[in-house]
C-alpha cells in the first residue's frame, strides 16, 4: 500500500498529516478569517519590513550622533538649552542628528540641529501616549517595536550624547555600553551631558558594580561624564579623527 504524500516547500508530509488543500488554493481563498494578522508569523513579516524601512530612510544619511534624553523635559529647563546646544553644535562638526523623535530632550536636540541647518532625524515609536513626531524632525521614521528602532539608533550613529532621562533614557543608555563592552561596536563614545545629574549613579557603578566585580574599571571608563556640550562633540570628533587614522593604510 503506498502511502499519500505531500510536500510542502522543503517539508513532506505523509498519511494523516496530508492537507486537503493546496499552499496556493489557501493563499487564494478568501473567505479565510483574518486572525492570521495577529500571528506571530505574520509578525516577523512586519518586523522584517521595519528593518528595511529604517535601512532604507537612513543608509545615505552620512554621519550621525543619536541624542538622547527625556521625554518630560520642560522647554524652560536649562536641560533644554543644552540638548539645543548640542544639537547645533553637533551639526556645526558635520554631524546628522538622530533622536526618539519625541518631546523634551529629543525636541531640544532636533530643534538645534533643525536651526543650524542640518539633517534632524526623528526615530518615532508607537505608543499608547503618543505624541507624534516634534515639529523639528526633517527626517522621520515611524516604528511599532523598539528593538528595530534600537538597531537604528546605533547602526547609523557614531556615538551617543546623553542628557537627563528616565527610563526610556537608561535603556538606551545601558544598551550602547552594553554593546561597546562586548565589542559589538567599537570605536563609539558614549557621552553623559550633565555632570551634576550623571555623576551620582557613575559613583554608584563604581561604588557597587565594580566593588562586587561585576563590572570593570575599563567597563565604567567607556562612560564620559561631562558638562560643556563641545567638549561631548569633540570626544565624538576626536574618535571619528582616530578611526580614520587607524584605517588609513601605512
Ligand atoms: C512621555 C511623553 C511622550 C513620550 N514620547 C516619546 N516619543 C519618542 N520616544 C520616547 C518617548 N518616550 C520615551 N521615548 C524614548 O525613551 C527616551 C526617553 O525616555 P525617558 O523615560 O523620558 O527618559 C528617549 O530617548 C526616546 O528614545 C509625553 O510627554
Known amino acids: 500500500m503506498t502511502t499519500p504524500e505531500y510536500r510542502k516547500g522543503a517539508t513532506t508530509l505523509r498519511g494523516k498529516r496530508v492537507p486537503g488543500t493546496t499552499t496556493d488554493a489557501r493563499l487564494l481563498d478568501n473567505a479565510e478569517s483574518a486572525d492570521w494578522l495577529h500571528t506571530d508569523p505574520w509578525r516577523v513579516l512586519r518586523i522584517q519590513s521595519e528593518f528595511v524601512e529604517g535601512f532604507g530612510a537612513l543608509a545615505e544619511l552620512g554621519p550621525a550622533v543619536s541624542v538622547f534624553g527625556s521625554a518630560r523635559t520642560p522647554a524652560d529647563s536649562p536641560y533644554y538649552a543644552l540638548g539645543e546646544e548640542v544639537g547645533r553644535l553637533l551639526v556645526e562638526a558635520g ?48 516604528f511599532r517595536y523598539f528593538f528595530a528602532r534600537k538597531t537604528m539608533f546605533v547602526k547609523y550613529a557614531e556615538g551617543y550624547v546623553v542628557l537627563p532621562g528616565g527610563f ?55 562612560l564620559h561624564v561631562v558638562d560643556d556640550p563641545r567638549e561631548a562633540v569633540d570626544l565624538i570628533a576626536t574618535a571619528r579623527q582616530e578611526r580614520m587614522e587607524a584605517q588609513r593604510p601605512e
Do not use: C
Request: no cysteine.
Open 95 to 142: 554631524y546628522a542628528v538622530i533622536t526618539g523623535g519625541g518631546p523634551g530632550a529629543m525636541e531640544a536636540a532636533n530643534k538645534g540641529a533643525m536651526e543650524a541647518g542640518g539633517t534632524s532625524v526623528g526615530l518615532g515609536i508607537e505608543l499608547p501616549f503618543e505624541a507624534g513626531l516634534n515639529p523639528y524632525v526633517d527626517l522621520g521614521v515611524n
Open 168 to 222: 526610556g533614557t537608561l535603556d538606551e543608555l545601558f544598551e550602547a555600553i552594553t554593546l561597546v563592552q562586548t565589542q559589538k561596536v567599537t570605536s563609539f563614545p558614549v557621552v553623559l551631558l550633565g555632570r551634576e545629574f550623571w555623576t551620582p549613579m557613575v559613583d554608584w557603578l563604581r561604588g557597587t558594580l565594580l566593588t562586587h566585580k561585576m563590572v570593570s574599571e575599563q567597563d565604567v571608563d567607556l
